[in-house]
């Protein structure tokens, strides 16, 4: 048992609602959590299986033809841990449930077609917990700060989004949107870690310092997709990221609560059981 | 540490050499290890961490260049287990570095290419453990075993399958093809379960006890198939598989041993770090 939990639901305490000011938000912070490290992390381990088990009942329904999907969005800058939310929460789930799709640069081919063509392409089946390690996202955020889109494309971009997730709703997919919310200060420290060790010397690359030199700017993008695009079909966490532990707990009772909102059931036979074991008997 | 471990290599027992005959293999056995049940489970448990630590100096080496990749082939009967050893020896992998794709009955699309067109589409790219639940070997197996294809059309097939590999191969791709060897009797034991769960219904479907009835049939696909495409570039393993816990500990030795030897390295900086700290100091 974990030696503290939940004082309250984090998906009502992180929950992008109107009026919402990103700069309001101390990525320090644990809100609902009044635990330490080790009973955040205590917690993560033992959620795992619930997670793994409500999972394995939405694949079993979907075997019977239920459609039902769920997608979780990660945004943030970079370092604020993404890659150790799919590691440590989603890793939990057996790996035939999962589809995780990192989007990185897009591709001289993507670029040809709309800003959601390849996104759908990664849209996970009936089932399956989907992970986007960004996403459909970095089109009004790096492109907004970079100027990679004309402003009327960009400001087309926010309707287009919010049509596609109500889409995507409407497929029986729930959707998850998280922004993992980093300090600046903190970012630093894990910059230079990456820089003093060897073994992660390959996570860092110059361009990052590039993009923390517009820090202000993407914090106004981040604010502006947020206000767009929040809405009751598709809600926005905006997770305070400074403390890794937070961050995995937070995202983990996110996803623990929507499966549970599914309640996935054990489908019923739809064959004849008792003909069946005679026909076994007789194999 | 494990209570017990390998006394001998089950790369080098199971590996299908010329000669190979199926039905010398016992189902039930445990070769290489004297362990039981719960040494077995300890040493499950207790290598996961090392798989998991290769796989992302793999998907590192990947981010400067590498292509190297490895692919799990799994091949066997109903029940024999190969959702246990994606979910218990997998699972132990980051999900951002594994790619699992289970073949089902090709669709129509999927019939009017070669085989293979399916299957080049799942590949795993640089950097990732691929693992295939089934595989191009339905087509020489059930294929066979339920007349699908023409005598003329199977007999090709093998030759394209060696073909296929050696081109997978050549692509830095290190490929582990493994056949779960499971008895009839253990079979009927586990539909039985199946049978006797309801919380297992949605795994059992009444055309499993017609393929059943062909298991001669599909024991000489199987031996055929092996024969014919067991490659020194592509290797078979036969793995018993009545014991479950088996199976599981012999598959994770196998992808182990690949790792091992591919012994992928953390990339060297391609930047001054130095340089960098400066940078970052000032930002």
């Known amino acids: 048992?974990?030696?503290?939990?939940?004082?309250?639901?984090?998906?009502?305490?992180?929950?992008?609602?109107?009026?919402?000011?990103?700069?309001?938000?101390?990525?320090?912070?644990?809100?609902?959590?009044?635990?330490?490290?080790?009973?955040?992390?205590?917690?993560?381990?033992?959620?795992?299986?619930?997670?793994?088990?409500?999972?394995?009942?939405?694949?079993?329904?979907?075997?019977?033809?239920?459609?039902?999907?769920?997608?979780?969005?990660?945004?943030?800058?970079?370092?604020?841990?993404?890659?150790?939310?799919?590691?440590?929460?989603?890793?939990?789930?057996?790996?035939?449930?999962?589809?995780?799709?990192?989007?990185?640069?897009?591709?001289?081919?993507?670029?040809?077609?709309?800003?959601?063509?390849?996104?759908r392409k990664q849209l996970p089946p009936a089932g399956v917990v989907g992970v986007f390690d960004r996403s459909h996202y970095e089109d009004v955020l790096i492109a907004r700060v970079r100027g990679l889109a004309p402003a009327e494309e960009l400001e087309r971009r926010y309707d287009a989004i919010v049509a596609f997730e109500n889409e995507l709703v409407a497929d029986d997919t729930t959707v998850i949107k998280v922004m993992l919310h980093l300090s600046a200060a903190e970012q630093k420290e894990r910059l230079a870690e990456r820089l003093d060790r060897a073994d992660k010397h390959w996570k860092y690359n110059p361009g990052d310092l590039d993009e923390r030199a517009l820090w202000p700017e993407y914090q106004r993008a981040y604010q502006?997709?947020?206000?767009?695009?929040?809405?009751?079909?598709?809600?926005?966490?905006?997770?305070?990221?400074?403390?890794?532990?937070?961050?995995?707990?937070?995202?983990?009772?996110?996803?623990?609560?929507?499966?549970?909102r599914l309640d996935p059931q054990w489908p019923a036979a739809d064959f004849d059981v008792e003909a069946e074991k005679k026909r076994l008997a007789q194999s």
């Open 1 to 119: 048992m974990p030696r503290s939990a939940w004082t309250d639901d984090p998906a009502t305490l992180l929950k992008v609602m109107s009026g919402f000011v990103l700069a309001d938000v101390d990525p320090s912070s644990t809100p609902g959590f009044e635990g330490d490290k080790d009973d955040g992390e205590a917690l993560l381990t033992d959620a795992g299986p619930e997670i793994a088990d409500l999972q394995e009942r939405l694949y079993a329904e979907s075997r019977e033809g239920g459609l039902r999907k769920v997608l979780l969005v990660l945004q943030a800058m970079d370092t604020a841990g993404k890659g150790g939310v799919i590691r440590h929460v989603v890793g939990a789930i057996d790996p035939q449930g999962v589809k995780v799709h990192g989007f990185k640069k897009p591709t001289p081919e993507e670029l040809e077609h709309d800003f959601l063509w390849r996104i």
């Open 224 to 260: 502006l997709a947020l206000e767009r695009t929040a809405t009751e079909a598709a809600p926005w966490y905006v997770v305070p990221a400074d403390r890794k532990w937070y961050a995995r707990i937070a995202v983990q009772r996110l996803l623990l609560d929507a499966l549970r």
